[in-house]
Each structure stands twice: as structure tokens, then as C-alpha cells.
């Protein structure tokens, strides 16, 4: 298999490439860390995160491989996996994952016409923010378990329920929204996914949920009487799991994952080369060696698994594409829990100092370290995944 590039394609990554190498030079010190956490955590980072997110759209390069009568290029997807790829190199935002990642290519698979024009274009042009209203307290995992109601009442649907762990609600001016539209259908049966325009409408109560070190990233969401257009319900009503099941396989079809753990992975052997123990440099340790070399194997095949689901969807197989796409996810969150065992192991005690001057890599590792475990059950966990690739992909059978 060759996985040379194109002339094309080698100057576009360099193009890429010399953007980010500009723009983040301005960029708040919290995107160094956590990228993903940062941009909700204040307002300086969020600012910066918009500000991002208008000039990468100016550029075309949100949606580059979206159709041209929607706000996109036409461009083939490897074109927007190799953006993906820098964007993540350089640990920048402007993207919002939610809005470009999950619900654009849900809503060309399954809106109607009136809807992907009205609603796409405000995406492709960077001007708006979606929230994931999917989880709830007794319904996260079993996401066919939620009880948030949407009762159509002639020409608009009245919504009253709960949603939890709603990532970046406090900043998003939109949410799509999977409720329950038929009570009398059992799981799966009687969801409808609904366009919610405005996350300060009458209804609707945005609460934090704050980590332990203050930050606010994850929400609570409370509808009480929230009015729904009829318009804005995405699909048949009660057909809302087919394209929930669709939302699920583009958000872990990414490749950033793995440019996160690889460029992380950099600092970690740069840390090992200049650092000493026991009269040598951590590097000339041959357990620690190995270790390294296993992370950068597993790093590589990351690549590729995020390069092939890219391939089989942009040759339209969409069904083997799912079923690679949750490869991707639980080998992805499981690598990066492997690397911060191992980082914050090997780094002994002073592994363990958040960050301050006696901190390695200023406490870098032992965040993630403390992050870690989410990654295994956030999008999906990875017992979730494995039943994904044994049902659909091996065909193994379901047991009740």
C-alpha cells in the first residue's frame, strides 16, 4: 500500500502548515495542554477559538469536502483528513466538532432540501456553535433508554426532560436534540432528532457541571416546555435512531486521537533524551526504549485505521466505514490511557505534581493521566465499540 501524497497534496499541507504556524503563536498557553477543555474553559479561549473558527471558514477549509451548494468544496475527503491532521499537530481550535463533525453529515444524509439550505450554510460559514443533546442521567451508554419527551401538538412539538454531560451548552448557540416522540414504542423505536435553534429560548436551563480543578466543560440541560418547530425535526418522526446510529460513526471516524498521543508522544521522548536517572539519560533505559517504540507502532497504525475509514467513506461504504470507525475509537481512547500509564509510571514521583516548576513537561502527563479513563467511556465505551465490530462487522450473534 503506498501512502505517498500527491504534489497537490503535499503543497496543501504545507499550506496548512504555515497558517498554524502563525495563528497559534497567539494563541491562550491553555491550548497546549488541552485543546478540547480549553476552548470552553474562559473567555479569553473561547474568543480566540471563534476568531479561529471565521478565518479557517474564509479559507474553506471547515468543510472542504462538503458540496458546493452547502457551503463546501467538493473537495475529495483525504483533502479534509490531511487538514484534520495538522489542526490537530498544532493543538488548535476553531472547529466545532459538534456542529461540523456530527450534525452537517447527519443532515445531508437525512434533512430534506429545505433544511441542509437553511441550515448547513450558517455551519459551513463558521457562525454558529452546536451542543450534543443525546445523554441523560439513566441514558447515557443505553442511549435508547432516554425519556426526554417531544409531544407534537399540531405544527410544533413541546419538549420537557433532562439531558446530562451536554459538553460546551454554556457556550453553543445550538443543540440537536434525540427525543422520545412515541412512548408507546419500545428502545430504539419512537426517537425523533430535532434542530434546536436557540439555546437561550424559553425552556431551556443550562447548568454547570464542574470538574474538581474548576473547569467548565460538561453541562446539565433542563427543558421545560421548550416549543419546537415541526420544521426543525431532522427525518421521519420516530426514525431518529437510523441517523443517530449514522451522527455516531462520523464522530469517531477522526484521526486528531492519534496527533494528539503523537505529538505528546514527542515531548515524552525529547523529555527521556535529556533527562537522567542512575547516572544515564531515561532513553538509554531499554524497558523505556521498548515501551516508546511500542507507542510511536501504535500511533502509526492509528493513522492508517483513521486513514482507511476515510477511504471506505469516500468510496461510499458506509456500512464497513462504521464498523472501522469504532476500531478507531476504542484502539484510540486506549492507546491514550496507555500512554499516560506509562508516562506518569516512568516519570516516578514528580509524575504525579501538576504543573509547576518541579513538574515534567509542566504536569502535562498527569493531566492526562487524570483524563484518561473519560476517553473510555465518552462517544461511546469501549465495551460498545467491541459489540459494534463483533455484530456488524464480524457478524457474530446477539444475545438476549
Known amino acids: 500500500m503506498d501512502f505517498k501524497l500527491t504534489e497537490e497534496q503535499e503543497a496543501l499541507k504545507k499550506e496548512y502548515i504555515e497558517f498554524f504556524e502563525v495563528e497559534m503563536k497567539d494563541a491562550p498557553p491553555e491550548f497546549r495542554i488541552n485543546p478540547s477543555e480549553a476552548l470552553y474553559s474562559s473567555d479569553e479561549c473561547w474568543e480566540f477559538h471563534r476568531s479561529m473558527q471565521k478565518k479557517l471558514a474564509a479559507k474553506g477549509w471547515l468543510t472542504m469536502a462538503w458540496p458546493e451548494e452547502y457551503g463546501g468544496r467538493g473537495a475529495p475527503l483525504i483533502d479534509q483528513l490531511l487538514f484534520s491532521e495538522v489542526h490537530a499537530t498544532y493543538r488548535a481550535p476553531g472547529i466545532d466538532g459538534f456542529g461540523i463533525k456530527m450534525f452537517a453529515p447527519t443532515l445531508m444524509q437525512f434533512a430534506n432540501e429545505e433544511q441542509k439550505k437553511r441550515i448547513l450554510p450558517p455551519i459551513a460559514r463558521g457562525e454558529v456553535s452546536y451542543c450534543q443533546g443525546w445523554s441523560e442521567p439513566d441514558a447515557g451508554s443505553d442511549l435508547a433508554a432516554l425519556k426526554t419527551r417531544a409531544e407534537y401538538r399540531g405544527g410544533h412539538y413541546v419538549v420537557n426532560g433532562q439531558k446530562i454531560w451536554t459538553t460546551g451548552a454554556h457556550r453553543a448557540d445550538h443543540m440537536f436534540l434525540l427525543a422520545r416522540t412515541d412512548p408507546d414504542q419500545k428502545r430504539s423505536g419512537g426517537l425523533s432528532v430535532f434542530n434546536i435553534e436557540n439555546m437561550k429560548a ?12 474548576g473547569s467548565h466543560f460538561y453541562n446539565e440541560v433542563y427543558f421545560t416546555d421548550l416549543i419546537v418547530p415541526e420544521e426543525d425535526r431532522i427525518g421521519e418522526e420516530n426514525a431518529g435512531w437510523k441517523s443517530t446510529r449514522a451522527t455516531m460513526n462520523f464522530e469517531r471516524s477522526g484521526i486528531g486521537g492519534f496527533i494528539s498521543v503523537r505529538e505528546r508522544l514527542k515531548e515524552l521522548i525529547e523529555y527521556t533524551r535529556t533527562t537522567k536517572r542512575d547516572g544515564g539519560f531515561l532513553i538509554e533505559n531499554p524497558l523505556i526504549r521498548q515501551k516508546l517504540a511500542k507507542l510511536h507502532i501504535d500511533v502509526e497504525l492509528g493513522r ?27 484502539f484510540g481512547s486506549e492507546l491514550t490511557q496507555r500512554m499516560a500509564n506509562f508516562s506518569t509510571e516512568f516519570m516516578g514521583l514528580h509524575g504525579q505534581l501538576e504543573a509547576s516548576p518541579w513538574a515534567p513537561l509542566n504536569g502535562i502527563m498527569i493531566d492526562a493521566y487524570q483524563r484518561c479513563m473519560g476517553g473510555n467511556i465518552a462517544a461511546g465505551t469501549s465495551e460498545i465499540q467491541r459489540n459494534i465490530i463483533a455484530w456488524a462487522g464480524l457478524g457474530l450473534p446477539r444475545f438476549n
Do not use: H
Not at 304 to 330: D, F, P, R
Open 202 to 213: 424559553p425552556g431551556i436551563e443550562v447548568r454547570p457541571i464542574k470538574y474538581m480543578n
Open 304 to 330: 492508517a485505521l483513521a486513514y482507511k475509514v476515510a477511504w471506505e467513506q469516500e468510496k461510499g461504504n458506509l456500512a464497513v466505514s462504521a464498523t472501522l470507525a469504532s476500531q478507531s475509537k476504542v
